[in-house]
């Protein structure tokens, strides 16, 4: 019997990291601040989650405060899955970090590459019912998790009460509407509190 999946929220930081677990089987979606494996290790430890049993890693999008352990964790055994439209952003974010950040860089060798459509081959292989979408709109490289009872993992796409009417935001509004029209339910965000997506599709998209 396939076990039930299991959302857990290990953020810190003012960024929620999920952990997303069907048994002992578990991705992690968004990959913690730079310079934090210390503090990162030490709340898995608290709320009772194996790093060994953390199989594959996600970033919603290639941000600091949502990938800057990325390749701690590959160090630590996590295998980083990177939708093919995430490619070309890894090593822009050095960038944005500073010395201080101490950031370790992404490297491309280990790194699990997929097409944005083959999420749901490799999550099926972890007992995760779900698949991958690219919704950019706060980013040209934003994908979202959204499991098959409909809790979406949105990073930082806009509130769709926020949205402005300028071209990203159109961009953003696509994006939204193209999760609802999936099924999405139950919206895990970056930062705050999950909410419930309701009402019709539209140009509004009031939550």
């Not at 290990?10 to 210390?38: E, H, I």
């Not at 503090?39 to 290639?62: C, K, N, S, W």
């Not at 698949?131 to 499991?147: A, K, R």
């Amino acid at each position: 019997m396939t076990p039930p999946v299991t959302i857990l929220n290990v953020g810190y930081r003012s960024t929620n990291f999920w952990v997303v677990s069907a048994g002992k089987s578990r991705l992690l979606v968004d990959l913690g601040w730079p310079g934090t494996m210390g503090e990162f290790r030490a709340i898995l430890q608290r709320m009772d989650v194996p790093l060994a049993e953390i199989r594959y890693g996600l970033a919603t999008h290639y941000h600091i405060d949502h990938a800057g352990l990325a390749q701690d964790l590959k160090n630590a055994g996590v295998r980083l899955l990177v939708p093919e439209v995430q490619v070309q952003a890894i090593p822009a974010m050095k960038q944005w970090t500073k010395p201080r950040d101490h950031y370790t860089e992404i490297s491309p060798e280990g790194n699990v590459v997929i097409p944005v459509a083959g999420g749901r081959t490799v999550l099926e292989g972890i007992g995760i019912g779900g698949e991958i979408v690219h919704t950019p709109g706060h980013s040209d490289d934003s994908v979202y998790l959204l499991l098959d009872d409909g809790s979406v993992f949105a990073g930082d796409l806009t509130f769709p009460r926020l949205i402005g009417e300028d071209e990203r935001g159109l961009v953003a509004k696509a994006s939204w509407r193209l999760l609802k029209e999936k099924g999405a339910r139950t919206v895990y965000p970056g930062h705050g509190n999950p909410w419930p997506l309701k009402g019709p599709v539209g140009a509004s998209l009031e939550a």
